[in-house]
């Protein structure tokens, strides 16, 4: 399913152009046969603009997780959905769950990708991880029943983050590629908010 989630809009936009023609095509034809096969073309034609041009770019977007950084929440291969609307009428949330186009900087091969954390930190917001193994912010601890376990791998901080810029971190603290390493994200690379797991069906729910 994961390739579903990452069709590009290139082979989108192909499947889309040939099932066009297909219905241009059928359309000469008046028998029964013929004008079923081209209302089932027609409305694959339709699902796919709909879809992948309208639902996908701008209002839901279906994505998988490749890795363990967000564990115990988030499990390697859960197939979420994100909402990309949401932002446009407000802001990002401290613990909400954001995915994001992480920068080539942030990447071990050097190329832009989608990566899934939580949001810890926003403008003004003093971040710190003390060598008690938790999470500081603006100098009181941070409540995380989500984490997978207290941070051993490193300390860090305190670091104030600047305007235009957000702080992330995986829940799996000591195995997440994430701000602690590569610093503060800009805003507005953030794509949507995680929503819901659909896939796996045993994990089935809504993502807090």
Wanted: proline residues 6%; hydrophobic residues 45%; charged residues 25%.
């Amino acid at each position: 399913m994961e390739w579903l989630a990452n069709l590009k809009i290139e082979y989108v936009l192909v499947t889309a152009a040939v099932l066009f023609v297909v219905r241009l095509w059928l359309g000469r034809y008046k028998t029964p046969l013929g004008k079923s096969a081209a209302e089932v073309v027609e409305s694959a034609l339709i699902a796919i603009v709909l879809v992948f041009l309208v639902i996908r770019p701008f209002i839901v977007q279906a994505f998988y997780i490749p890795s363990g950084s967000m564990e115990p929440t988030l499990m390697e291969r859960d197939h979420i959905l994100v909402n990309k609307f949401i932002f446009r009428f407000r802001e990002p949330r401290r613990g909400e769950i954001v995915v994001f186009r992480a920068p080539k900087s942030w990447t071990d091969d050097g190329v832009e990708r989608d990566y899934i954390k939580r949001l810890i930190g926003l403008p003004g917001d003093v971040i710190e991880v003390r060598n008690d193994g938790y999470l500081y912010r603006n100098g009181k601890r941070v409540v995380e029943p989500y984490i997978k376990e207290p941070i051993w791998s490193y300390t860090m901080g305190p670091v104030k983050v600047p305007e235009g810029k957000v702080f992330v971190l995986g829940d799996n603290r000591n195995n997440s590629n994430d701000s602690h390493k590569n610093g503060f994200l800009d805003r507005n690379r953030i794509i949507g908010k995680a929503m819901v797991t659909f896939y796996p069906f045993n994990r089935i729910g809504i993502i807090r």
